[in-house]
């Protein structure tokens, strides 16, 4: 177990600093912020001065270390645009993000759960197929064309839910969050369900497979012999087997979630660092690119790994097949 | 009413002279649903190609344009007396012939890209399965991790590092895809590799480049083919994705996505047909897709046939 622990540690740091440096090259190959940031009625002078400030003069290998330094203390530059901490940009707007990406995995839970389980008990009803054909629609349509319709549906004609930023927050321990409040819930209904669709689509098509997998076994057969209620059999046998991979698979789905925020943030102006990537990006706010990407990419890269150790000690299957390897 | 020995001689007649093609597209017909979404994935290439010939108006041609005509809802009629059936979007363009030269950037991004991924990974891939070693572990390390990568930070990523342009994000699609063509192709070259064919070529002395080409390929293409039409669909909603953020293609090659993003702003106030339309478009061309991949996958599983 410590071995397989050190092994993926070891894993995920190399992965980190290779993307570390590709970010970094790549980032700088893009454009000269300087162009972009000083007025073209600028002299030589003062482009030489803003380029020292911003510390561009330095040679390519030096600004990296400067860089990788610097990460090191949490310190990934200043935004060439808005002048403060790029770190400190994305924490701020990294509880909307978070919030809005746990609404959709509760949901895709919540609403995805039963649906699978429906259609993995009665296979060959009318409403099953009808699921599963939306299924199949959504892990097939793209995040921002389902959010589109949902604002032209339930914000431009009928007109039930709003359809931009967070609404009415409320501050809990310094961290500002809507799901406090009714408006926040109203606000939050509509990204929540965009963002969760495909994992929606996902846990159905799990849970559906899962169970026409287990309703078959000898112990599912001899609960129900034995006289058990079928809510009782559904409940404790069933669906306490096929929730290893659902979680396992939810789990791995964290990151992909926090980085298609990217879509459903810009659809719905939901004000988290999804939307900040894509204003830094056209506006070539270097720090800020490099400091999202860093840091989504570190998330999902520890996510992954918990996952794993987590999946391992859950499922001694897995342990024993990863000690062999 | 013929008599089942009847039907069985028959039956026995009739695949003597079926190819194992014909074979295929029979049971590919089976399914009423696979082939009317064959059907109409071969209309919206046919639109695709002929958008030119199709289209009732050049909708990137400035002097055909009457800004005076921007924003009409479906149905109008301009002043030459041109009907607008899906409408106009803000510089007074017909919606139909700008979602025709959409639906053919779209489709051919998603195309070249795809092919150029199912090249670069099926070479990898292959080189993997045949080589083992090294080579193999290096490979699909570079394959696990990028994977573990969710597919829109990979193209963030590059777009961040590339920058617009056509080619930059043809570039950026093949990077995302390449891994799973390389996964699949080396899957099955895996198992293909043990048999006896293969062994009778190396006896041979035939070159490795000709026996992974001419032997070893042509059998590790059907699970391939799945995978290319599933992705093809992918690359085509990945790339509407990033030009609806403004990050994908530029504004000269107008894909369906930035169609969506361009009526995006007109939707609130109701003017729902410049975004919707194109969304249309891109719907029935991914699902058409979908529905022919998912009934290929089908047919070209042995697992499932009988």
């Not at chain 2, 590799?193 to 070529?201: D, L, M, S």
């Not at chain 2, 194109?278 to 290929?296: E, K, Q, T, Y």
Request: proline share 4%; aromatic share 8%; with cysteine.
């Amino acid at each position: 177990m410590t071995v397989l622990v050190i092994r993926r540690l070891m894993q995920s740091a190399v992965m980190l600093l290779a993307m570390s440096i590709l970010v970094f090259l790549g980032v700088f190959a893009i454009g000269n912020p300087v162009d972009i940031l000083i007025s073209p009625q600028a002299d030589q002078a003062e482009i030489a001065r803003a380029t020292a400030a911003l510390g561009l003069d330095k040679p390519l290998w030096e600004q990296y270390f400067v860089f990788l330094a610097n990460a090191a203390h949490g310190d990934l530059g200043r935004s060439f645009v808005f002048n403060e901490p790029a770190l400190r940009l994305i924490v701020q707007r990294l509880p909307a993000t978070l919030e809005l990406a746990f609404s959709a995995m509760l949901l895709a839970v919540v609403l995805g759960l039963p649906l699978g389980l429906y259609v993995g008990l009665r296979p060959d009803t009318f409403l099953s197929r009808l699921i599963a054909a939306g299924s199949i629609l959504g892990f097939s349509l793209p995040t921002f064309w389902v959010g589109i319709m949902l604002i032209l549906v339930f914000a431009v004609w009928m007109g039930w839910l709003p359809s931009t930023g967070r609404g009415a927050t409320v501050s809990v321990l310094g961290v500002d969050v809507s799901f406090l409040t009714w408006d926040g819930i109203r606000h939050l209904i509509l990204p929540a369900l965009n963002l969760s669709l495909s994992r929606i689509a996902l846990v159905i098509r799990l849970a559906a497979a899962g169970t026409r997998e287990v309703s078959h076994m000898d112990y599912i057969k001899f609960a129900r012999a034995k006289g058990l209620t079928r809510g009782r059999v559904v409940r404790v046998h069933v669906l306490r087997n096929i929730l290893i991979p659902i979680v396992t698979v939810l789990g791995l789905e964290i990151g992909a979630v926090i980085a298609f925020s990217v879509v459903t943030e810009t659809i719905f102006a939901w004000p988290g660092i999804g939307q900040l990537i894509i204003k830094s990006i056209t506006v070539l706010d270097r720090p800020v690119i490099v400091a999202y990407l860093m840091l989504t990419v570190f998330l999902v890269i520890m996510i992954n790994l918990l996952v794993d150790i987590l999946y391992s000690v859950l499922d001694p299957r897995v342990r024993l097949a990863e000690a062999r390897a | 009413m013929s008599t089942f020995a009847e039907e069985q001689a028959r039956e026995d007649a009739a695949s003597i002279e079926e190819s194992p093609l014909r074979r295929l597209a029979a049971d590919f017909f089976e399914s009423k649903l696979a082939a009317a979404g064959l059907v109409v994935l071969l209309a919206v290439v046919f639109v695709a190609l002929f958008a030119p010939w199709l289209s009732p108006q050049n909708p990137y041609d400035l002097a055909s344009l009457d800004l005076l005509d921007g924003r009409l809802p479906p149905g109008s009629t301009s002043a030459e007396g041109l009907v607008y059936w899906l409408g106009t979007d803000d510089q007074g363009r017909d919606m139909m012939s700008a979602i025709f030269y959409g639906l053919r950037t779209s489709l051919a991004v998603g195309a070249l890209s795809s092919i150029a991924a199912l090249v670069l990974g099926g070479a990898l891939g292959l080189i993997a399965a045949y080589v083992g070693g090294r080579t193999e572990s290096a490979i699909m390390r570079i394959v696990d991790l990028q994977l573990s990568l969710p597919a829109i930070l990979v193209a963030l990523i590059l777009v961040a590092l590339l920058g617009h342009g056509v080619f930059k994000i043809i570039l950026a699609l093949v990077v995302v895809q390449w891994a799973y063509y390389a996964r699949t192709i080396r899957a099955s070259a895996l198992v293909e590799r043990r048999k006896e064919y293969i062994e009778a070529a190396r006896c041979l002395a035939l070159s490795d480049a000709r026996i992974m080409l001419h032997h070893l390929l042509p059998n590790c293409l059907p699970p391939v083919i799945v995978v290319a039409t599933v992705q093809v669909a992918h690359a085509i909603a990945l790339e509407a994705t990033l030009s609806f953020l403004g990050i994908g293609l530029p504004i000269t090659e107008p894909s369906l996505g930035l169609l969506i993003a361009n009526g995006f702003e007109y939707m609130m106030s109701g003017k729902y047909w410049i975004s919707f339309f194109p969304g249309i478009a891109l719907l029935v061309a991914i699902v058409s897709i979908n529905l022919v991949g998912d009934r290929l996958r089908d047919v070209l599983n042995p697992r499932l046939q009988k």
